[in-house]
């Protein structure tokens, strides 16, 4: 696995924009460890850099200084084309605004992952609709996001981020544009995806999303301020945390 057995590790990390007397510090002086396995949810207020951060664990943003680690291989200064060969296979994205492509259907937006990573059109498409049926959409698979509600969109979006089997899911704000029926059925199929095993950074403003992770970890002004581990680094059933139906 990872350095000291951590999916992802992070030291020092910190994320400037600007210089000068403009500059901003978004991310300052942050270290995480994330373990096989492990959901971890970071809350905080809106601005207090959550986003980026999640951003530079999945090596979209590059950091201004500090080390980052994604499956032990050290990442901050990868050339881009080793990292995006990385990023596409070990990290799974899923962002508040679904990121679909309009003009693909369910099915090709959720194979269109394996086939960038080279997989043939027919495995691509076998492993897209093993997903869909995962997350209860098969029936929606010829579908364009256009014909989708909001909920049914993020797990569309949920299962494109799985498509490549990824070491690590990290999720923006998953229910932050769903309804109360949505973002039941978005925490669910997260509570699912922790009991199988998967490894998940969650940022959210959601607390019964949070209340689901192993840690949760509360930031402010770029820096993380307080950590809490809510299982002791046991998964348990959403309708225990929350009161849900399973």
């Not at 373990?35 to 943003?61: D, F, H, N, R």
């Not at 259907?105 to 869909?132: I, Q, Y």
Request: with cysteine; aromatic share 4%; hydrophobic share 40%.
């Amino acid at each position: 696995m990872g350095l000291n057995g951590s999916v992802v590790s992070a030291r020092g990390l910190r994320k400037d924009y600007g210089r000068g007397e403009a500059c901003v510090r978004a991310v300052d002086d942050v270290g995480l460890e994330v373990a096989p396995g492990e959901s971890v949810a970071i809350v905080g207020p809106s601005g207090c850099g959550k986003s980026t951060l999640l951003y530079l664990l999945g090596g979209l943003e590059r950091p201004t200084s500090g080390t980052l680690y994604l499956e032990g291989e050290q990442i901050d200064g990868t050339p881009e084309a080793r990292l995006a060969r990385l990023r596409r296979r070990a990290v799974g994205f899923v962002f508040q605004a679904f990121h679909l492509v309009d003009e693909l259907t369910a099915l090709e937006n959720v194979e269109l992952p394996t086939l960038l990573a080279g997989a043939s059109p027919s495995a691509a498409r076998r492993r897209a609709m093993e997903l869909l049926e995962q997350i209860g959409l098969a029936d929606r698979a010829r579908h364009l996001p256009s014909e989708l509600s909001g909920g049914q969109r993020q797990r569309v979006a949920i299962a494109r981020a799985l498509a490549n089997e990824p070491t690590v899911v990290l999720a923006d704000e998953p229910t932050g544009n769903l309804d109360s029926a949505s973002t039941t059925d978005v925490l669910r199929l997260f509570d699912q995806l922790h009991l199988n095993g998967q490894t998940l950074v969650i940022v959210t403003h959601d607390e019964r999303i949070a209340a689901t992770a192993d840690r949760l970890i509360s930031m402010r002004d770029g820096a993380f301020v307080d950590e809490l581990r809510l299982t002791g680094g046991t998964a348990r059933p959403l309708s225990a945390i929350t009161g849900l139906e399973p």
